[in-house]
């Protein structure tokens, strides 16, 4: 059984080095600027360029909203916008649940 424990096990308590307080704290850091890099700066740089394309919408614009419908803006609300996707119907659509502004005359005839 003596394969079992490793040699590092049998060395005297006291004789190891300790490693630095600086040297204990770099992998976290590390890893905080890691998940900022790749998590948080990429995810507030999509909500920004989101909250600019929601302000900038406007009646006429052509979009597509998160749940899938295609449309014509036809009024604009402070929370809310009326969305026409088909002639003659309409749909409240809240501003935040748009997906992307489409090029105009991308959609044919409603």
């Given at each position: ?16 080095a300790q490693p630095s307080l ?36 406007s009646k006429g614009d052509e ?13 604009v609300g402070e929370v809310y ?30």
């Amino acid at each position: 059984m003596d394969w079992l424990i490793s040699s590092a096990m049998a060395q005297q308590a006291g004789s190891a080095a300790q490693p630095s307080l600086m040297a204990q704290l770099f992998p976290l850091v590390a890893l905080i600027v890691l998940f900022y890099f790749m998590l948080i700066r990429p995810q507030m740089k999509r909500n920004k360029e989101h909250k600019s394309m929601v302000s900038g919408i406007s009646k006429g614009d052509e979009v597509v909203t998160s749940g899938g419908l295609a449309g014509r803006v036809t009024a604009v609300g402070e929370v809310y916008m009326t969305v026409e996707i088909a002639e003659g119907t309409e749909v409240k659509v809240q501003k935040a649940a748009l997906a992307q502004v489409l090029p105009k005359g991308s959609l044919k005839q409603l």
